[in-house]
């Protein structure tokens, strides 16, 4: 599932545009739409360091490490990516297309799937309302080890 496909690049740059328009201390930077652009058209869940390897293979302008790491936190604030926490120190990056879905992600190879299951959305709202509790939002991730780790951890055993 490839849910930064769901929103064009049109819509988040408008997105982006609007968000500034409402903060007229932030300044509209050529470099964020071009960091955006390489996480929406990646189609995946990228760490900050996948990003920056992106964007300085692909962009003869130096832009640095710290750059990238203030560039997502402003896209995080501004509601442009969503952040999926793999382990500790693991973040990962998508693009916010506002279409729910949860995750699955291996702590071994950092694999991230994405899933939808409508048992489960039921589930949480049921709950929400045994508790008496205004579910507003929620964030799913499983974590285990994909199938791939796994037959990797089988041969070592052998």
Partial sequence: MESSKNVTFEDLTKR???Y??????????????????VI???GKH???????KEVRDKDDEKIGISTVYRTLSFFEDAGLVNVISIG????RYE???????DHMACLRCGKIIEFRDDDIEAL???????HDFKLLDHDLTLYG??????????EHSS
């Fill in 16 to 18: 982006l545009d609007k």
């Fill in 20 to 37: 500034l328009d409402k903060n007229p201390k932030l300044r509209k930077s050529d470099r964020r739409k071009y960091i955006l652009q």
């Fill in 40 to 42: 929406y058209e990646s």
């Fill in 46 to 52: 990228l760490t900050p360091d996948e990003i920056y």
């Fill in 88 to 91: 500790q120190d693991t973040k």
């Fill in 95 to 101: 693009i916010n297309s506002n279409t729910h879905h």
């Fill in 124 to 130: 949480q709202k049921e709950i929400a309302k045994k």
């Fill in 145 to 154: 080890i994909c199938d791939k780790c796994k037959e990797k951890e089988a």
